[in-house]
């Protein structure tokens, strides 16, 4: 017999944004709550699941972490498809990693489907404000100008860690409860619908702690 599902939803997130911004992190804290101050980059692609209560529904994340440096673009952005969601992360003490949202978003209009959830995240948030390069507001407006949610969080400090992670995906659900009403109306906290729309895998995916 066939195993019962133990989750209502499953969502299917991507991590982009520059080197060093503490994508790898934020996806250490959310699904072990651990944190390390030692670098080591992302090498192509790498993925964590993580299983969540969200308003009375078990729903099963599946959470790709890209690697920021350009000379892997061409593996990552092969992910951006069946992303139902995208966090699009800079580090407030770095300037250049928050203009390049600009890039990234334009990588998302090339690569992703047009009704994908964005949120931007600005990291490192417990840093001295005397390091800080980008301020609170400037976030907020350009997360104003793309109609995206935003958040700053530290991952060293867990900071709005889970909220980021929690927001995105409460608006994911949302919008499969619009298109899907008859599948997510259904199922218990146990077992439901598995509403897995467009969370196709792509070829070449890594292990579960592994990278390509
Ligand atoms: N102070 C502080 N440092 C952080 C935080 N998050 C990450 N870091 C540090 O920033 C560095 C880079 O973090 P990573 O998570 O590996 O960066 P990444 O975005 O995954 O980088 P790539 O894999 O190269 O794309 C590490 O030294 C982390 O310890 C944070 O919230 N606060
Ligand atoms: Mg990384």
Redesign the pocket.
Known sequence: MAKRQDYDYLIKLLLI?D????????LMRFAEDS????????IGIDFKIKKVLIDGKWVKLQIW?T???ERFRTITSAYYRGAMGILL?YDVTDEASFTNIRNWMKNIEQHASDNVVKVLVG??S??DESKRAVPYSRGQALADEFRMQFFE?????NTNVDEVFQSVARDIMLRLKDTQPDAASSGGGGGGPNLRVGAARPKAASSKSGCC
């Open positions: 944004g080197s060093g911004v503490g994508k790898s992190c934020l944190f390390t101050s030692s670098f080591i980059t992302t972490d690697a920021g440096q992360v990291n490192k417990d840093m969080t530290s991952a060293k400090a």
